[in-house]
Nanobody
Framework: VQLAESGGGSVQAGGSLRLSCVVS????????VGWFRQAPGKEREGIAS????????EYVDSVRGRFTISQNVAENTVNLQMDSLTSEDTGMYYC????????????????????????WGRGTQVTVSS
């Protein structure tokens, strides 16, 4: 599996960016695609995920209501629309793929856990100036 992120850049606080992740080499249509970010001096954190077979998405509290994850099946792309950006959103953004997890017969994506994702892109830098 190969992933390639794009769309990063510099923006002022309150602005928007749209990140894209092209995924190739998948052998299953039922996986999780997650977006993670890492700020300087901080650990990598998961912020959003989507289940590719259902389109079900999940977000962490810090981005819910501002970020939207979506997929374009025809283009093998998962996008992250980021609105109302703040300086706290500055960092390197990565997309990754991983298997769905199951809990008593219900499937979900481990949005926050990078260890549950096995393939990663190289990242795209997002810088928000206040």
């Amino acid at each position: 599996v190969q992933l390639a992120e794009s769309g990063g850049g510099s923006v002022q606080a309150g602005g928007s960016l749209r990140l894209s992740c092209v995924v190739s080499g998948l052998t299953s249509s039922s996986i999780c695609v997650g977006w993670f970010r890492q700020a300087p001096g901080k650990e990598r954190e998961g912020i959003a995920s989507i289940r590719t077979n259902s389109g079900w998405s999940e977000y962490v509290d810090s981005v819910r209501g501002r970020f939207t994850i979506s997929q374009n099946v025809a283009e093998n792309t998962v996008n992250l629309q980021m609105d109302s950006l703040t300086s706290e959103d500055t960092g390197m953004y990565y997309c990754a793929t991983g298997a769905r997890k199951s809990f008593f017969g219900r499937y979900y994506c481990a949005t926050r856990t990078s260890a549950d994702y096995s393939s990663w892109g190289r990242g795209t830098q997002v810088t928000v100036s206040s």
